[in-house]
């Protein structure tokens, strides 16, 4: 009896738990760069590692996203065609446009570390042990109460 309510308090903050910190999880993010009058925005683009950055040709004449280093090279692209990389590597990454060599933008890549949990993340976990703790004794000082009466 006892045990059958503690499993399922157990369960039930076991399940708010994951729910919280499976939304707190930074998502991998899309950053969009135009390529509009024969130019990329913005640049320097700063962004974090993960990130994955879309270009999209906005001109009426074809250009590329070159890595100056080809790590990436999107090849042609024309209007309104797009190509995405993902920057999974810290660093300061030139490109420039193939066709265009005036082109040149560059992509800053920093790495934010391990993500610390937010304080209303350490508060909930605080408040799950509160809840739990005085479960715990709620049931515990019924079940006394209880035998006591037995007892009798
Ligand atoms: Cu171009």
């Given at each position: ?46 962004i974090?590692?993960?990130t ?34 993902t920057f999974n ?20 890549v ?43």
């Amino acid at each position: 009896m006892v045990l059958s309510k503690l499993k399922n308090v157990a369960i039930g903050i076991l399940l708010l738990t994951v729910i919280v910190f499976a939304g707190s999880d930074a998502q991998a993010q899309i950053v969009d760069v135009d390529i509009a009058g024969f130019a990329f925005s913005p640049t320097p683009l700063n962004i974090a590692t993960g990130t994955t950055v879309r270009w999209t040709n906005q001109d009426g004449a074809t250009h590329t996203s070159t890595s100056d280093s080809f790590i990436w090279d999107s090849g042609n692209l024309s209007t309104g065609q797009q190509f995405s990389y993902t920057f999974n590597v810290a660093g300061t990454y030139p490109y420039h446009c193939e066709i265009h060599p005036s082109m040149l933008a560059t992509v800053i890549v920093t790495d934010p570390g391990p993500s610390v949990p937010s304080m209303s993340t350490y508060g909930f976990i605080i408040l799950s042990i509160l809840l739990v703790g005085t479960s715990v004794w709620f049931i515990y000082r019924r079940q006394r109460v209880a035998s006591n009466i037995q007892n009798i």
